[in-house]
């Protein structure tokens, strides 16, 4: 049986950067593992890059593109615009910091929560920050801006309910701890005795391609794997 897990722009850009999408066939090969995106994360990481020739961007949208070519990555468009906005609409109006309300969320992100929640998927791979906070812990989000900001910030109970409703029983995983997971099952066992040096290398090589990972965080992950 496939197993459906949902990716934003940031961890498809990030793998391909690092060369390391190759992780991406290995989960679809062994475990039937079907990424997917909505449209407007094609749109970002292939459509616009490849259409206006950005060249930081070229290299990962042209990998990507022969991803989703070769049924790696599926794009699917269930016609999610009104939970979108709404999802939207809930994540940024329910933080107010000084009567203003705080813009959480972006379409794209909006896009692929309400996507989720139409094909009743729960694993999605995210490493825009304010995104995973949203989902597990939007109180630590709260205080975290208020830290930054050295102002309360208020909460709209209704807006908070609409977005937990929706996106609260996700299960979230990082692009970093994806490639922890490859190690775990096998992907690096062609490096032999390198295994290890192998994965410390692929973790820093994430960090260098755009991955929102610290370097006490890859000296924690390597101290939990063998």
């Given at each position: ?90 994540a940024n109006n ?31 791979i995210v490493d ?72 410390e290398a692929a ?24």
């Amino acid at each position: 049986m496939t197993r459906d897990v949902l990716c934003d722009s940031g961890v498809l850009i990030s793998l391909t950067a690092g060369c390391l999408d190759n992780i991406l066939y290995y989960f679809s090969e062994h475990h039937k593992v079907r990424f997917v995106i909505p449209p407007s994360v094609e749109y970002e990481t292939v459509t616009r890059p490849l259409y206006n020739n950005l060249k930081k961007h070229l290299f990962s949208a042209i990998r990507i593109k022969d991803a989703i070519a070769d049924g790696v990555i599926e794009v699917v468009d269930a016609k999610v615009e009104d939970d979108t906005r709404r999802i939207m609409h809930a994540a940024n109006n329910m933080f107010y910091m000084q009567g203003k309300p705080v813009r959480l969320l972006q379409f794209g992100e909006s896009e692929m929560l309400a996507l989720a929640a139409a094909l009743g998927v729960e694993d999605i791979i995210v490493d825009e920050r304010t995104t995973r906070m949203l989902i597990e812990a939007p109180f630590q989000l709260k205080e975290h801006l208020e830290r930054e900001f050295e102002v309360n910030v208020m909460v709209s109970k209704n807006s908070f309910r609409e977005l937990s409703s929706r996106i609260s029983h996700l299960k979230v995983l990082r692009s970093s701890e994806l490639v922890v997971l490859a190690y775990e099952n096998g992907y690096f066992k062609s490096f032999s005795n390198l295994q290890r040096a192998a994965l410390e290398a692929a973790l820093y090589k994430m960090k260098y391609s755009g991955c929102s990972i610290s370097f006490d965080e890859i000296k924690e992950y390597l101290g939990m794997v063998r």
